[in-house]
């Protein structure tokens, strides 16, 4: 159950990353009456999305470990750089590029410092993703749980 829900929220951290940034975002500028709007409402779903990322960020840490373990799984420990590094990419550019870009500072640069940042977010966010799947986070054999864990069928 902990591998899946493991999963389910590396997958939701990527894929509304995706969904978010190559969807929605360039659909509201095509389809909005001026650039101003579509702006608008880029920020509040910018800011959403940092949000999302933070909790999905946080909960692959909670679950990082088996109860009462002290070892990562094999999963996380692979991916815990990764885990770590996409979130504070989410909150530098919300709480350090996003008020520039709304202040309307040097919005080349900002906008595509903000690009960069989303950017490098996404691929932590499917490296995470990718760590899991070859690692085996949804499996349940005994090769999932790092040895003398608690779970672990072949004992302590």
């Given at each position: 159950m902990t591998g899946r829900l493991s999963?389910?929220?590396a997958a939701l951290w990527w894929g509304s990353l995706t969904t978010v940034g190559l969807l929605v975002v360039p659909l509201l500028f095509a389809h909005l009456p001026t650039p101003a709007m579509a702006g608008t409402m880029a920020a509040k779903l910018f800011a959403a999305q940092t949000w999302v990322s933070v909790c999905c960020a946080l909960l692959l840490l909670l679950l990082s470990r088996p109860k009462g373990a002290v070892a990562l799984y094999?999963?996380?420990q692979a991916a815990m750089l990764f885990i770590v590094g996409g979130m504070l990419l989410a909150l530098v550019s919300q709480y350090g590029v996003a008020p520039r870009i709304v202040a309307r500072q040097d919005l080349r640069l900002w906008h595509t410092v903000g690009s960069v940042l989303y950017g490098l977010q996404w691929v932590c966010a499917l490296e995470v993703l990718l760590k899991m799947r070859l690692l085996g986070a949804?499996?349940?054999?005994?090769?999932?749980?790092?040895?003398g864990?608690?779970?672990?069928?072949?004992?302590?």
């Open positions: 999963f389910l929220a094999p999963w996380a949804i499996s349940h054999d005994s090769a999932a749980l790092p040895s864990s608690p779970d672990d069928p072949a004992g302590a």
